[in-house]
Structure formats: C-alpha cells, structure tokens
C-alpha cells in the first residue's frame, strides 16, 4: 500500500471507535468546534444531545462483553436510522453516545430526541432465550454564536443527561448554561460541608422499628437512618445532599461513618436492638475495597454475629450494576450477612434477573403501599406484585405504612414485615 494509503487508513482508525464504526469521541470533539465556529461566525444553530442507556450494565453483567459489544453495535445502527446524513452520530465511551445536529434550533432538536428515545424504546436485543428491552437518558443543549466553549457545551450536555436519569431514566432533559452552572455550584457547595461534617463527626443515625405485620410488638428488626446534623444544629435527610456525594464519590466514607455508628451503638446496648439491623447502601460503596476491607471489621467488632445484619440496595442500583450488586452479595454470604432490595416494584420484568442475587428482603416502594387503597385496579397490583415476590422466595417489607387501613389491607395481602410512620416512628438511637 502507498504511503498516502497508509495514512488515510490511521486517520480513520484514529477518528472511528472500532466497536460500532461511529465517530468517537476525539472526532466528535472537532466536529462539535467546527459547529461552534460555524453558529458564531454565520449566526447558525445547531444542537448537542448527549444519551447514555438505561439497563446496559444488566445485559453486559448477565450475558457477557460480547453479548455487550454485538448490543452496541446493533444499537448503533437503530439510532443512525433515525438521523439525517449531515448529522453526526458518534461513540464517546462506554454505552455513551454523541450527536450533532446541524442547523437545527432547540424544538427541532428535541424532537429528534423524541425520536432517537422512541427507537431505543422499541428496540429488542436478544441473547439466546432472553429478550432485554431498553432505553435511554438524554440531554439536549442548544448550540448557537452565544454559547460556551465545546468543553463546557459538553459538559453541560451530559449535566442535562445525569439529570434526565435523575427524574426516572428513559427521559429528555434540556440544559441552560445558567441553570447547569447554579446546579453544579449547588452539588460543589455541599463538598466541604460533607467533608467537615466527617472530620467533625456530625453524621447521626435514627431508627425505625420493623415489626411484623400482625404483632407490632416486639420489633423484628430496625433500619437505622442516616442524618447530617449542620453546624446551625438542623437535622438534614439525605436526600438533600445524596446528589452531590454520589456525584463527587462521598458515598464509601459517608456510609462507612454510618456503619460505625451501628456498630458503635450495637456493641454499647445490644439489648436495645433485637432482630435484624438494615442499613442503606449505595453502588459506589459496593464497589470501594476501603468501604468492603472496613465492613468486615466494624460487623467483627460490633460483638453480633453477621447474620444480624442486612444491606439494603435500590432496585435500579441492582438491575442497572447488576454484576457489582451479585459481586457484593457473595461478599456478604462471606460475613454470614444479607442482602435487602429496596423500593421494589418499579421493574417486576426483571425479577427473573434479580432472583440469581443472593436477596432476603424485599421491600415494597412506598408509593404502592400509599396507592392499593386508591381504586381496584391499585389493589390488584399491589396484589400480584405481592404474590410474584412471595412466589420469588423473597420476605417481603412493606414500607411508608401510614395508617391502619393500609395495615390491615397489607395483612389480608400476607406481608410479612412493615415499617413506616403509622407503626412506628423514627426515633433517636437510645
């Protein structure tokens, strides 16, 4: 082959991610400045979407990297049907994925979107006997001659995307540079005040009973909550900081102080806490070797034996990072501890996947309990969910119980174990 041959062949395997054939990511740089340059220079506009797959980690973890590749590739090939010629369609890593939109204003672009989510929704990838469906977050930004730099257009791109998976995943989301900058500054404010609150230990746990559904008392275990107490004194849920500590990974350490606060206060009262004692988990510190090496030796030096204790991991974290979820599980069956799902009932398709976890408990979201009692239809569901998970081998937590008329109605469905404040109140650590 001739030199010039030679060449034009590394330039393409320079600009083409070999998996899919698309644009990558160093590609897709250059086109994105030349359309910055263009919206600037003649006043055009174009746009920016950024996807990321919801569900790609369950086929890659459950069917192997081959069977990952060949959905990326097939994939690949649904979203470029559904983009004209002139639009660029690239690979950015991973299952993330890039498009540029040539001359289209933001409307027009979120139509596309529309689009690309519909086909990915539609689209079925199967290996063997096993049929996956999936879909995709999306964020969309607006290119035009007042934009920022193609850094921050990208960052800003995948800032709408991480918020479309926020809001339920499978979803379009479009940033505003002043937006995405006040919510970024917002997650980065909590920072040092996560930090400080460590060093100056002023993480706090409450608990709440679990008791059985047909005797209250005495409880049959007791999830324990983490709080941040401010310098003011206020007493902070973690919903108000679990976003930027996910986002800054804070996870391993926060809920490593948890941890040693249960163990701390089971090892100084036992007495006061018969049963089991759950505790929430996230996917980051499944995976941190400091958070796993620490959880051997807090549960050792907490004086219970390993059994006592029960590990409560989202739904979505579970089918999303299926293969971290079972990893983790396996560790647990090491120290003789459990595995918990919570808020179960979002994905009742995957409950084959999730039965191959090494799951004791699943508890039932709130919102079901809250909307069984609202018409017929609502009670049928909470029925069938009930029955399929009994069904399962899982024992079954309904959570956010709020009143004796869900109660009793949870107790003619045979649950087995309840929380919630209408049983019993989160209370401070005695």
Not at 91 to 118: H, I, N, P, W
Not at 183 to 190: F, I, K, L, P, R
Not at 386 to 393: F, K, L, N, Q, V
């Amino acid at each position: 082959a001739s030199l010039h041959d030679q060449t034009s062949r590394m330039r393409r395997m320079a600009y083409r991610d070999p998996l899919t054939g698309l644009a990558n990511r160093v590609a897709f740089r250059e086109r994105l400045e030349k359309a910055l340059a263009s919206a600037r220079r003649y006043h055009s506009r174009h746009a920016l979407l950024y996807l990321d797959l919801d569900q790609f980690k369950l086929v890659n973890d459950s069917c192997g990297h081959e069977a990952g590749d060949r959905l990326l590739a097939e994939l690949s090939q649904v979203l470029r049907g559904s983009l004209r010629a002139r639009d660029t369609l690239a690979r950015l890593g991973g299952d993330e994925f890039g498009v540029l939109l040539d001359r289209v204003g933001l409307s027009e672009a979120v139509l596309v979107a529309e689009k690309l989510r519909q086909a990915v929704d539609e689209f079925r990838f199967q290996v063997g006997d096993k049929v996956f469906r999936l879909g995709v977050s999306i964020g969309v930004v607006e290119i035009d001659a007042e934009s920022p730099d193609a850094e921050r257009l990208l960052s800003l791109a995948d800032m709408a995307c991480y918020a479309a998976k926020e809001k339920g995943r499978n979803t379009i989301e479009v940033a505003s540079d002043d937006e995405a900058a006040h919510e970024q500054a917002q997650q980065m404010a909590w920072v040092p005040e996560l930090e400080a609150a460590l060093a100056e230990g002023r993480f706090e746990l409450l608990r709440q009973a679990v008791v059985a559904a047909d005797h209250p008392d005495p409880p049959q275990g007791w999830e324990l909550l983490l709080r941040l107490r401010t310098r003011d004194g206020a007493l902070l849920a973690p919903d108000r900081f679990l976003v930027a500590a996910e986002r800054y990974h804070l996870m391993p350490r926060i809920e490593r102080e948890a941890l040693r606060l249960a163990c701390e206060a089971v090892r100084r009262n036992p007495a006061a806490y018969p049963g089991r004692l759950f505790l929430n988990l996230s996917v980051q510190s499944m995976g941190d070797d400091d958070f796993l090496a620490a959880l051997g030796e807090l549960i050792r030096g907490s004086g219970l034996p390993g059994e006592r204790f029960c590990f409560e991991v989202r739904e979505s974290a579970a089918i999303n990072h299926f293969g971290a979820t079972a990893r983790f599980g396996e560790h647990l069956q090491t120290l003789g501890a459990h595995l918990c799902l919570d808020d179960f009932g979002n994905s009742l398709c995957s409950l084959r996947q999730l039965t191959r976890l090494q799951i004791e408990y699943v508890k039932i979201r709130g919102g079901i309990v809250q909307e069984m009692l609202r018409s017929p239809l609502e009670a049928r569901i909470a029925r069938s969910m009930i029955e399929i998970t009994r069904e399962a081998g899982f024992r079954i937590i309904a959570k956010q119980v709020e009143n004796d008329q869900q109660l009793r109605q949870l107790r003619k469905l045979g649950v087995d174990l309840v929380q919630g404040n209408g049983v019993a109140p989160a209370e401070p650590l005695p």
